[in-house]
């Protein structure tokens, strides 16, 4: 009877093992740190999706197709802030919008993480707001526009959320390595092309300072910036101006936007004979992990 019986209790037993063992894996997957990441811009949102991978859910702030600089929020958009465990922003003057809504929502425990602290600036002097008094230093806020800066921004990121997320942080790290070793190779492949080069009658200039991080970790000189103020259509006189600069500055190439319109390239090139090329602005678009590596390696072709 014994012997009948043991055959019994060892299966008895092994299914409540089994029971016990799933059930503790089901409470660990309950219980598994899942962060809920919101990206101001587009950087920010393939950075983090490149840094967690399929460990949270990453969303962005405002639509794909909407202006950083003039955008409204919207109700949907203070709902969506207060779903939140951490927001990324850019905090010196390129997602404007998000201040006040940070004000006015109800989510203490949201973590703020501002990508541009601790980053070396590049300044812009004489800059300042209506309601400061005399001349302030700002900063570029176009820090990402760049591999050295992103790959700053994203080894702090993952750190913040590594803290969050305890468990989850080595992945964190290892993603974040990875990525950071790819642009790495993008830099260095760009670097490789450009000594190869006689820039020695290049004259270059740009629409507007967003592109400095970019020249700058790629070594180019910029004679002049023609229109320092991002997005805005240059009036008749505002053109005469830039072809003036251009003219003075002996420029013979300049960087625009994407979105730049023809007919002043057009008018650019007839006075000047200036040849104007396209850089991304990298905040338009659809959001995909992997849209800021493509943007990059677009404007550095163009380069």
Known sequence: MKKMLRPQLMLVFSLIFCLVFFSMQA??????C?????????????????IVGDEANVTSIIPPGADPHAYQPMPSDMKKLE??????????????FIKPMLKAIENDKLVVINTSKGLPLIPVFGKHYAFEKGDKVSYNSHTYIAITGAI??????????????????????????????KLRNMLQSALMRIDMLNLNNLRIATVHDGYSYLFQELGIEVSAVVQPRHGVKPSARQ??????????????VLFGEL????????????????RLYALSHISNGAYTKEFFEQAIQRNIDAL
């Open 152 to 181: 700053q921004q994203m080894q702090m990121i993952a750190r913040k959320l590594g803290r969050l997320c305890p468990d989850q942080a080595p992945l964190f790290m290892k993603n974040a390595r990875a990525y950071s070793m």
């Open 259 to 274: 979105d730049y319109e023809k007919k002043y390239v057009d008018i650019i090139y007839k006075e000047t004979g200036c």
């Open 239 to 252: 053109l005469e101006d830039t072809i003036k600069r251009i003219k003075r500055a002996k420029v013979n």
């Open 34 to 50: 899942r962060l809920n990441i919101g990206a101001s811009l587009h950087p920010y949102y393939s950075w983090a999706k490149n």
């Open 27 to 32: 409470y660990a997957q309950e219980k598994k």
């Open 83 to 96: 779903n939140l465990d951490v927001v990324i922003i850019n905090g010196i003057g390129h997602d404007e």
